[in-house]
């Protein structure tokens, strides 16, 4: 079943597609924020920072793509991947923080998994 089918309705699909993108932009501002503050340093410990990478940027990836209806998995994996790259980038300026790309690697992982699962239970329910 497709989300037109579920959602038949173009003002409910904006909705939920307008939810979707405002609890990714929520996630987004929480994620950059609590990495700019101490508590992050060493908030979790290696090697479980990598599933806490893959976990919260699935959410994003998933929330993103939801947001597009399913589909543009590679746009919603892009844009996830955008804010990991931020996100890295911001720990250079952060003391305690350390940038990595094998956190990089986990933002990715997560971000294309969640993205192209949408897509896949998509085109099957066509």
Do not use: Y
Request: aromatic letters at 10%.
């Amino acid at each position: 079943m497709h989300i037109d089918t579920l959602i038949a309705s173009p003002r409910l699909r904006a909705l939920f597609a307008g939810l979707c993108f405002a609890a990714a932009g929520v996630l987004v501002i929480g994620l950059l924020g609590i990495g700019a503050t101490p508590v992050a340093v060493g908030l979790v410990n290696e090697p479980w920072d990598k599933l806490a990478h893959l976990a919260t940027f699935a959410v994003l990836g998933g929330l993103l793509a939801a947001g597009f209806g399913g589909g543009r998995p590679w746009l919603a994996t892009a844009l996830a991947l955008s804010v990991g790259i931020a996100d890295e980038g911001l720990q250079l300026f952060h003391p305690g923080r350390q940038a990595g790309w094998d956190d990089l690697a986990a933002d990715l992982a997560g971000a294309a998994l969640a993205a192209l699962a949408l897509w896949f239970f998509r085109e099957k329910w066509r």
